[in-house]
């Protein structure tokens, strides 16, 4: 069966320090693999997905980046945090192009002081 | 533009009782309309997902309906417990589309005893 892990689980970082996010698959190959970010009681926002390895699209402009350095490994940075980029950071993966069924991981809650 | 409006944005009813939410989208082409469930602090579960040609998905006690016509849906919970105390959000994808996935921003749902 196929599994999602994310970590760490919660992170607490001051502004202008580095940020680093894991996200791993298990149990599928080639999978479509997303980074959405959920502020506090607001919906999903999509912030990169990607295809295939070293395949990465944006959809918002901002201070984060991804990089997708393994199939089933994707990975979210910034080299410096600002305060708005706090929130609950998911990763999500599908097994076809459209996105039909996404399934997603734990979360990371991330509070930048 | 592509949106997905849910309704009511919270609701609070007594355990035992049944609830509906709502979903209206204005996605198009359509390919998949699914529902979520979040528990607080958690990524979110999926509970059904309907194609154009789907009318109605069940899941245990949860109802989905699908209206393409009328691009709504929604989401019927019967006897609720205390355990369907979440957020639930409906998600509609574009058709052929890695990323024009569309989150609802939810409805927050508390079941009190």
């Known amino acids: 069966s196929q599994t999602i892990h994310q970590w760490p689980a919660t992170l607490v970082q001051p502004v202008g320090s580095p940020l680093s996010l894991e996200c791993t698959v298990e149990?599928?190959?080639?999978?479509?693999l997303y980074w959405y970010r959920q502020a506090a009681g607001r919906g999903l926002q999509l912030l990169f997905y990607?295809?295939?390895?070293?395949?990465i699209s944006s959809e918002v402009p901002q201070n984060l980046s991804a990089s997708r350095p393994q199939d089933r490994q994707f990975i979210l940075s910034s080299k410096k945090l600002l305060l708005s980029d706090s929130g609950f950071y998911l990763c999500?993966?599908?097994?076809?192009?459209?996105?039909?069924?996404?399934?997603f991981g734990p979360g990371t809650r991330l509070t930048v002081t | 533009k592509n949106q997905v409006e849910q309704s009511p944005q919270s609701l609070i009813i007594l355990e035992g009782k049944n609830c509906t939410l709502q979903c209206n989208y204005t996605v198009s082409p359509f390919s998949n309309l699914r529902w979520y469930k979040q528990d607080t602090g958690r990524g979110p579960v999926s509970l059904t997902i309907m194609t154009f040609s789907e009318n109605t998905k069940s899941n245990g006690r949860y109802t989905a309906t699908l209206d393409a016509d009328t691009k709504q849906s929604s989401l019927h919970i019967t006897a609720s417990q205390l355990s369907d105390s979440a957020s639930y959000i409906c998600v509609v994808s574009e058709y052929s589309s890695a990323s024009k996935i569309i989150f609802g921003s939810g409805t927050r749902l508390s079941i009190r005893p």
């Open positions: 990607s295809v295939g390895i070293g395949q």
């Open positions: 149990g599928t190959s080639n999978p479509n």
């Open positions: 999500a993966w599908s097994v076809d192009r459209a996105g039909y069924e996404q399934y």
